[in-house]
């Protein structure tokens, strides 16, 4: 949880930043580390909700830090530092998190060739699966069933034990069965 933030550290802050402007940073640069440990808490909030890790956090903040430092002059002195310092670091945080997505978009680009094997197949007859359903035809009803639905469709254990009213242990018998009979059948059929 963050730490709480009371007029006393906001003025202390203030204060610190106002001797950096005039000479001496010593106070300003402990005012950093306690805004820092104000902030983490805040900033490794907001990039957990975007979807983002605790690294991407901590740069956030870093950058967020850096850009107190050197935008000092950017602070109205008439006005309250603590929302200055919170919109920076939302600033920041949001920098980070398009950069983060930005990143993440340039990686899932790849030229369309590149996705036909996780692209659906066109509907139509599809002559990769000829010689399986040749082999398909040989075995018993159920067990073809059960292979065709898991092997081949990609519907789940549950699903095609609800529609052929059976227990999921006899969905897997029969599809393990199915499968051994279909090994036998292709060595059957190898050439030698």
């Not at 065709?148 to 059976?166: C, D, F, N, Q, Y």
């Amino acid at each position: 949880m963050a730490p709480q933030v009371d007029i006393a550290h906001a003025r202390r802050w203030a204060a610190a930043l106002m001797s950096a402007r005039a000479g001496d940073p010593a106070p300003w640069e402990a005012a950093l580390a306690e805004i820092a440990a104000m902030l983490r808490p805040l900033i490794r909030a907001r990039m957990a909700r975007m979807g983002l890790s605790a690294e991407d956090a901590e740069e956030a903040l870093q950058e967020t830090l850096i850009a107190l430092h050197l935008r000092q002059a950017s602070w109205d002195a008439d006005r309250p530092i603590l929302p200055w310092i919170r919109a920076i670091a939302r600033h920041k945080s949001l920098d980070i998190a398009r950069r983060e997505g930005r990143r993440r978009a340039r990686a899932l680009a790849r030229p369309v060739e590149d996705l036909a094997e996780i692209l659906p197949a066109p509907p139509g007859p599809r002559p990769e699966l000829a010689d399986a359903e040749r082999l398909l035809a040989g075995l018993p009803a159920r067990e073809r069933g059960v292979v065709s639905a898991l092997g081949i469709e990609g519907e789940s254990v549950a699903a095609v034990a609800r529609r052929l009213s059976i227990t999921e242990s006899a969905v897997r018998v029969a599809f393990h069965r199915g499968l051994r009979r279909l090994r036998g059948l292709a060595l059957t059929e190898a050439p030698a």
